[in-house]
């Protein structure tokens, strides 16, 4: 994959994650409350009929975040993701499952 390409990835990716598949998902927020996050992704991509992913971080609250993605839009988020800078080995890993299966089915 060529460079370029992969540069699109990111843009993509958040915005295919946190907004969803339409506008509406960002109507109940006022305007100065919404923020787009730009940053280094890495794109792992995987052979035929395995679904590639991506991780992303972020530094929200001054815990540091990661996002794991994949083309089937399962996301992971990983609060002191230690792949992430500013984590720290010391603190566990957080994590939280983006799919809303694992929700419903939280309860057994």
Known sequence: MKRPLLLLIPP????????GDDDDALTDLPETQISTVIGKTDVVVNADQFPNFAHTCWNGADIPVGFWSTTDRVTIIVYN???CPGSTK?????VLSGNPRDIVNASG
């Open 81 to 83: 993701d230690w792949l």
């Open 90 to 94: 010391e603190q566990p890993m957080t």
């Open 12 to 19: 993509l990716l958040l915005g295919a994650v946190s907004c």
